[in-house]
């Protein structure tokens, strides 16, 4: 069975740091590009950064140099560090692992809130 588990959400200050994390269990992780999506009340679900295994990563323009992705294949754990929040930053944000068509999986999601 596999499951994705996000923690690390929560209330910060507008400027405010938080770190989420990412255990995946069931896949072989390092087979697999893991990415960080979030989705706001009333708007499009919206990738926010992507790694695979050895690649570079890739990130939304809305998060270039204030977020950063990266995965410990050791621990089956992918992290978003979080840093300069805003509150257009507020929404909650899933984990996804894909491999390929149909071989993708989504975590339950951890909800960030940032106040003014």
């Known amino acids: 069975q596999v499951q994705l588990v996000e923690s690390g959400g929560g209330l910060v200050q507008s400027g405010g740091s938080l770190k989420l994390s990412c255990v995946a269990s069931?896949?072989?992780?390092?087979?697999?590009?893991m990415d960080w999506y979030r989705q706001a009340p009333g708007k499009r679900r919206e990738l926010v950064a992507s790694k695979s295994n050895a690649g570079s990563p890739n990130y939304a323009d809305f998060v270039k140099g204030r977020f950063t992705i990266s995965r410990d294949n050791a621990k089956n754990t992918v992290y978003l560090q979080m840093n300069s929040l805003k509150p257009e930053d507020t929404a909650v944000y899933s984990c996804n692992a894909w491999k390929a068509p149909g071989d993708e999986y989504w975590g339950q999601g951890t909800q960030v809130i940032v106040s003014s």
């Open positions: 069931g896949i072989f992780f390092s087979d697999y590009v």
